[in-house]
């Protein structure tokens, strides 16, 4: 990302956000509720237009040429309460030619997910389970992850934080918001921190342990000077 710019509503979002995520790794983007992470992702994936600036996947700059490099699963939004989860993996079937049906039903089966299921019959956790599911079934550069485990109970996060590394491909990039940075902390090669509208860090995670600190210590660290 080159220069970006982001205004809605007359409300300036992000502010001259330049940002270059590495190949292969497994970024964390932080920052409080409100401070653009969900927006961030919206613009990388094509959902969110009329920003200024540059975003470029693997050298694709259009939205429709970065859609088809990525993967990131919008809350569902668009189908109805009635759908069944085989008719929208049916849907992503035909919409995504790198979908990979079989990975999917080994998801599905991991996530303890019935294909005959409607998604009103879906609890907040079981609805998050599916979209990492479908996220994860495509065969990309990057996926991003927003937020995407907040109603998932932690034995089962546990142990999708633990298989992520496992459903990527080596050089396939991950970019995941969260606030349980604790819990991801683990996976991650690198953090990224949202604040006053713009890049406010980003360090390799491996710096961070090195000056001996957790994750979470350097992070809430980044907040202290304001709470005094
Ligand atoms: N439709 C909108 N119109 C105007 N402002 C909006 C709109 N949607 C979001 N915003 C503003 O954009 C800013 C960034 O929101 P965003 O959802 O990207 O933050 P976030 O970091 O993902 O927050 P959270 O951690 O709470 O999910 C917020 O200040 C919010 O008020």
């Not at 109805?80 to 990979?100: A, L, Q, R």
């Not at 546990?158 to 991801?184: P, Y």
């Amino acid at each position: 990302m080159k220069d970006l710019s982001y205004k809605k509503n007359q409300k300036q979002i992000l502010h001259d956000v330049n940002l270059n995520l590495e190949k292969g790794k497994i970024i964390a983007l932080l920052g409080e509720n409100g401070a653009g992470k969900t927006t961030l992702m919206r613009i990388i994936a094509g959902v969110a237009k009329n920003y200024k600036g540059t975003v470029s996947l693997e050298g694709a700059t259009k939205e429709a040429d970065r859609k088809a490099r990525l993967s990131f699963t919008d809350g569902l939004t668009g189908f109805s309460d009635s759908t069944k989860i085989k008719d929208v993996v049916n849907f992503y079937i035909n919409i995504f030619e790198d979908f990979d049906a079989d990975q999917f039903d080994q998801l599905r089966e991991f996530m303890k997910l019935g294909l005959d299921m409607k998604l009103s019959q879906l609890s907040r956790g079981m609805r998050e389970k599916l979209i990492i599911a479908l996220t994860f079934s495509r065969k990309v550069d990057l996926y991003l992850l927003d937020e995407p485990f907040g109603g998932i109970d932690a034995m089962a996060r546990k142990k999708i934080i633990n298989s992520i590394i496992l459903w990527k491909a080596e050089d396939a990039t991950i970019l995941i918001s969260d606030h349980f940075v604790n819990e991801i902390a683990t996976l991650l090669d690198e953090v990224v921190v949202i604040k006053d509208r713009t890049i406010f860090a980003h360090e390799s995670a491996e710096e961070i342990r090195s000056n001996h600190e957790s994750i979470e210590e350097y992070y809430e660290g980044l907040y202290e000077d304001e709470d005094e």
